[in-house]
Every structure is written in structure tokens, then in C-alpha cells.
């Protein structure tokens, strides 16, 4: 599933492509992956509007269009934003066309077909998960004065409380397990268990691992790409994720896994305490 560091790399691939372009026309070919307001409003507005810019708020882009109108998209599982040249064959798994001016549209893609879209404008408050992200990674705001109070009122395991888009914005499974690792941190451990220190080695971890994913361009594991079709690089980088059962590469322990806060969770009962 795409996360923080896979977003910002199709909202980096998408921008050259699409930004200044009108759309012309939007077909929807699965109408219920349009969560507001329905899809035959969301089609009609979206005609005629020019894409202004792109943003990313946790794992969701929003592109920001005249009119003051906002297309908010999160790919959960297997979304993605393609561009594609308008001679060239339609891409697999296609659910939406945007009809841009110029030589490429932009299509929606999806596998598994979680994916939502929302068409807001800036009265729209109450998309559900959007208004209420915390802080980001990388952001002056996640702040041990802003982490340990939470985790102090918390009894879960403390990679449930970070997985919590409400605690940190953009956080999935993969750099929840890489941040537990490199923080040294079980990721079962109840959240109140963790002393200060703890909670700011977490934070410099979190934000470790998230940087190291941006500047790899994200972690491709099976469906993620880009708006340029290409997979991330981050795979090879990774220390827990995805490999339960694999020697530590610290300290050649096997590899665990567990379930933890409903999630698949490797760690190291050596290196993570
Ligand atoms: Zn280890």
C-alpha cells in the first residue's frame, strides 16, 4: 500500500504532466470509487477546470484546481495516477479517464479498488480521515511534547498508536516495522510503556526512515508506481519489512512475526526491546 514517501513520489512524477493542463472530460468507469459528491457531480465539475497545483496531506494528493475546487485522492491499496500518451493503449485495471488538454491524460488505476476520490471545495469539511490527520513526519510538529502525552493515555501497542493517520499523517506497515527497528522499539510494547527517550529515538526514526524512503523514490512491493509508471527503490533498504523468517541484518538473529494491532508486524527480539 502506498504510504507517505510513495504519495510524494506521484505527486513529484505527476506535477511536470498535468499541472497548467485543462481537463476536458472525465469518464468514470466504476462510479461507487467516488465517495463526494456523486460521480455524475463529480464528472460535470471537474469539466472545464484547469489543474492549479498538487499537494499531499499523509498518503493523500490533492490537486488543487481553479474554481477553488479541490480533487482529493488516496490510492489505499493499489490505486494509482498514470500518465499515459493519448495514442498509446489504455493502461490495465483503468477505472477513470481524465481528458486533458495536450498530448497525455491522467487515468486512475486499480486493482483492488479501494481506492476514493472526493471532489471538495473549500466549504467541504468532514471528508472522512482528511480533516483529522495529525502531524507529518519531517514536520516541526511531531515533537516529543506532542508524542509522549499521547502514548502516555495509551495501553495498545505502540505501532498501533503510530499507524494512527489522527497521531502522525502518512504512516502504513512498512515504515511503521522499519521505525520500530531502527528505534530499538518492540513494536507490541504498550504505548505508555515507553519512557521520553524512547519516544524521541521513535520520532528520529520515523523521520529516518521516511526521508530515506522519499529519496529512494518509495518501496515498490507488488502494485505501486509512480504517475510515470516506474516502481520505487526503497525495497533493498528495508530491515524488517517483508522479511520474516530472514536473518537481522544487525545482528543475524531470525527475523519474528507477529500480529500486532491487527497488522502483520516483523521485528527483531534482539535488536528491539
Ligand atoms: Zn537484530
Redesign the pocket.
Same mark, same amino acid.
Request: aromatic content about 14%.
Given at each position: 500500500m502506498p504510504e507517505l514517501p510513495e504519495v510524494e513520489q506521484v505527486k513529484k512524477t505527476l506535477y511536470p504532466h498535468v499541472v497548467g493542463k485543462k481537463i476536458n472530460t472525465v469518464e468514470i468507469r466504476l462510479p461507487r470509487l467516488i465517495k463526494y459528491p456523486t460521480a455524475e457531480i463529480f464528472a460535470e465539475k471537474l469539466t472545464g477546470r484547469t489543474i492549479t497545483s498538487i499537494e499531499r496531506k499523509g498518503k493523500y494528493l490533492r490537486l488543487n484546481l481553479d474554481e477553488n475546487l479541490y480533487l482529493l485522492v488516496h490510492l489505499r491499496m493499489t490505486g494509482a495516477l498514470l500518465v499515459i500518451k493519448k495514442m498509446a493503449a489504455e493502461p490495465l485495471y483503468a477505472k477513470i479517464k481524465f481528458v486533458l488538454t495536450g498530448d497525455e491524460d491522467l487515468w486512475f488505476t486499480d486493482i483492488r479498488t479501494f481506492g476514493t476520490l472526493y471532489l471538495i471545495d473549500h466549504n467541504d469539511k468532514n471528508i472522512e480521515g482528511y480533516d483529522t490527520l495529525g502531524p507529518e513526519p519531517l514536520s516541526k510538529e511531531l515533537t516529543v511534547d506532542y508524542l509522549a502525552p499521547i502514548c502516555s493515555k495509551k495501553s495498545a501497542a505502540i505501532k498501533g498508536v503510530i499507524l494512527d493517520q489522527k497521531v502522525i499523517a502518512g504512516l502504513g506497515n512498512i515504515y511503521a516495522d522499519e521505525a520500530l +527497528?531502527a528505534a530499538g522499539i518492540l513494536p507490541q510494547r504498550p504505548a505508555n510503556s515507553l519512557n521520553k527517550e524512547e519516544i524521541a529515538r521513535l520520532i528520529e526514526a520515523v523521520n529516518a526512515v521516511i526521508a530515506q524512503g522519499i529519496k529512494n523514490h518509495g518501496t515498490t512491493f507488488r502494485n505501486y508506481q509512480d504517475a510515470d509508471g516506474n516502481q520505487g527503490d526503497n525495497v533493498k533498504h528495508l +530491515?524488517v519489512y517483508g522479511r520474516k523468517g530472514e536473518k537481522? &541484518?544487525?545482528?543475524?538473529?531470525t527475523?519474528c512475526g507477529l500480529k500486532v494491532a491487527g497488522r502483520g508486524s516483523t521485528y527483531?527480539? &534482539?535488536?528491539?526491546r
Open positions: +527497528f +530491515f537481522c &541484518k544487525v545482528c543475524g538473529e527475523l527483531c527480539s &534482539k535488536c528491539q
